[in-house]
T-cell receptor, first 110, second 116 residues
């Protein structure tokens, strides 16, 4: 079983729509969680960290569910510029490594 | 400008010909790492370094070497490249992680390597 699993999509949504997707992780001891954004095989860039209480950054909302071991990302009022692949990233407790999901692709159409 | 640079950006080589991909950061970061990205597999960590002269294996270290002689540089060496090392490689750096928190990873622009 992969340490971090994501629905690859693609999620194809119209501008202005809301899109949400999850990421599951297998290591219950994971402490840090992130969403990174990657445009068309360019370098990943941090979108937001995910905190236990959930957090929001503009149109983006991230949630963490430790009991079910998943994190989610919700994008409201989608823009064309939100088209990208979103990578779920989870830390491991026992070593200084990060586990990356394979990514969820979102395409926003006009 | 704060950045991570990698060179070369694109490389086509042949099996067995030793190569080095350079990585340099100007943010005085302690932590540096190398990843490879393959379709459907996500980024997989090859090696990482917590500081100068401190390196450790990631999840897929076979066929790779690294060194960290200076804080800013973390080259990736393929002593005898093989076709299964054809991939997109990213170098990343950040402040030192602790067991309970990680800092933002800053990635280089990537190196697309093809081994024939």
């Amino acid at each position: 079983r992969k340490e971090v699993e994501q629905d690859p999509g693609p999620f194809n949504v119209p501008e202005g729509a809301t899109v949400a997707f999850n990421c599951t992780y297998s290591n219950s001891a994971s402490q840090s969680f992130f969403w990174y954004r990657q445009d068309c095989r360019k370098e990943p860039k941090l979108l937001m960290s995910v905190y236990s209480s959930g957090n929001e950054d503009g149109r983006f909302t991230a949630q963490l569910n430790r009991a079910s071991q998943y994190i989610s990302l919700l994008i409201r009022d989608s823009k064309l510029s939100d088209s990208a692949t979103y990578l779920c990233v989870v830390s491991r407790e026992d070593d200084y490594k990060l586990s990356f999901g394979a990514g969820t692709t979102v395409t926003v159409r006009a | 400008e704060a950045q991570v640079t990698q060179n070369p950006r694109y490389l086509i080589t042949v099996t067995g010909k030793k190569l080095t991909v350079t990585c340099s950061q100007n943010m005085n970061h302690e932590y540096m790492s190398w990843y490879r990205q393959d379709p459907g597999l996500g980024l997989r960590q090859i090696y990482y370094s917590m500081n100068v002269e401190v390196t450790d294996k990631g999840d897929v270290p076979e066929g790779y070497k690294v060194s960290r002689k200076e804080k800013r540089n973390f080259p990736l060496i393929l002593e005898s490249p093989s076709p299964n090392q054809t991939s997109l490689y990213f170098c990343a750096s950040s402040g030192a992680p602790t067991h309970w928190s990680y800092n933002e990873q800053f990635f280089g622009p990537g190196t697309r390597l093809t081994v024939l």
